[in-house]
């Protein structure tokens, strides 16, 4: 398949995960949402790896693969903080710094 | 021109439904109401991706998506799934939702646009699939790419690893009780 499958498919799964993170109101969801994003460009890296013959778009999915391993601890250590104080699960309620 | 190529058809075949799947699973995240669902979907969109990384020969990554996505990000997903209490979301439609979703219409079309129109001039490397399978697979070409010219993102990676572990231990350790305190 050439490129431009690579191209759509992971415009697709961006556009789709970007809808996920603004119309959802569960936190867990939305991090989902932020994790679809994320693999459609690591699908794009290595796709385009593969059509340019260069190592450099693998080890950027690898690098981009560690940020998200680390951003998806914080985040959920973040959720589980407020959870254990609110009881909610709405981004919407949680308002309390809105001044 | 009679005969064709059987191996790189079924090749072409296999990777449309294989992405054509992960864009239907996406779907599947976004639209579900239960959380443990969308996480199932997840799943299965990852495991889908990592298909599409064996298929554009990137064994190596395609590992890594498997242990380090599907395993374990979405086990810690699952086990907070589990410890919060999945409950279901009501989703109705609202002004809100229509803006977002036609925000990013909008940004979809364009993104199609400028996929199928413009067109550059390639770079390429010199890893094709020969050299590759030379060097002894995609592992020991990413290893010597990434300890060489690579060696400061490399670095900075497992920085941020340790910055993200400390973190969470403040987070789940010190963060609680000054909280409890000033609900009081």
């Known amino acids: 398949m050439g490129h431009q499958f690579v191209l759509l498919i992971s415009a697709c799964i961006f556009c789709i995960g970007a809808v996920g993170f603004l119309i959802r109101k569960n936190p867990l969801v939305m991090f989902m949402s932020v994790e679809l994003m994320l693999n459609s460009v690591n699908f794009l890296l290595v796709g385009y790896s593969h059509f340019l013959k260069s190592m450099d778009g693998q080890i950027f999915a690898l690098m981009i693969m560690t940020v998200a391993a680390a951003e998806v601890v914080v985040g959920l250590a973040i959720i589980l903080t407020i959870f254990r104080t609110r009881h909610d699960m709405d981004v919407d309620h949680i308002n309390t710094l809105k001044g | ?184």
Not at chain 2, 94 to 99: A, D, I, M, P, Q
Not at chain 2, 110 to 115: D, V
Not at chain 2, 124 to 137: K, N, Y
Not at chain 2, 157 to 180: M, T
Request: net charge negative; aromatic share 10%; with cysteine.
């Open chain 2, 1 to 184: 021109m009679l005969e064709f190529d059987l191996f790189e058809l079924t090749k072409a075949t296999v990777t449309l439904l294989v992405g054509l799947t992960a864009v239907l699973a996406s779907l599947g995240v976004i639209l579900c109401s239960s959380p443990i669902y969308c996480a199932l979907y997840l799943i299965g969109h990852m495991i889908c991706l990592a298909l599409l990384f064996l298929l554009y020969n990137a064994e190596f990554i395609a590992a890594v998506q498997i242990i380090v996505y599907a395993g374990a990000v979405m086990i810690l997903f699952l086990f907070i799934i589990a410890l919060l209490g999945g409950k279901k979301e009501v989703q109705e439609p609202s002004l809100e939702r229509s803006l977002a979703v036609l925000f990013v219409a909008t940004m979809l079309g364009e993104l199609f646009l400028s996929a199928t129109v413009g067109s550059t001039k390639p770079i390429e490397g010199g890893f094709d699939v020969e050299t590759v399978a030379e060097v002894g697979g995609s592992a020991k070409a990413i290893g010597l790419e990434l300890f060489s010219r690579h060696l400061v993102s490399f670095e900075l990676a497992s920085v941020l690893l340790l910055v993200a572990a400390i973190g969470i231990i403040c987070l789940s350790k010190f963060s609680y009780i000054p909280v409890r305190r000033r609900m009081k």
